[in-house]
């Protein structure tokens, strides 16, 4: 599911709040740029970054977690550079 915002994001995990497993992947053209993921109940976290070309690491972009029950956390990042 793509997001068109940050809020839509944030009202979209507030309707789960049984969740506990949760798996974002993220694009270089995604339209958020900071994930804000607040679930009290969230247990496993799984992240993939996907950046491509000039798009890559980036300074204006990236996560904030509350999550109090959360006993593992995975990110992974993935480079394609356009040649």
């Known amino acids: 599911m793509k997001f068109s915002s940050g809020e839509i994001l ?10 506990e497993d949760l798996l ?7 339209n958020v ?3 804000n993921i607040a679930v ?3 247990r496993i976290l799984s992240i ?4 491509y070309g000039s798009h890559g690491l980036r300074d ?3 996560f904030v977690i509350k999550a109090p ?15």
């Open 69 to 83: 029950s959360m006993n593992s956390l995975t990110i992974t990042t993935h480079f394609f550079g356009i040649h």
């Open 60 to 62: 204006d972009v990236g």
């Open 10 to 19: 944030d009202s979209f995990l507030s309707g789960y709040p049984l969740l």
């Open 48 to 51: 993939i970054d996907l950046n």
């Open 40 to 42: 009290p109940s969230l």
């Open 24 to 30: 974002v992947v993220r694009g270089s053209n995604d």
């Open 33 to 35: 740029k900071t994930f």
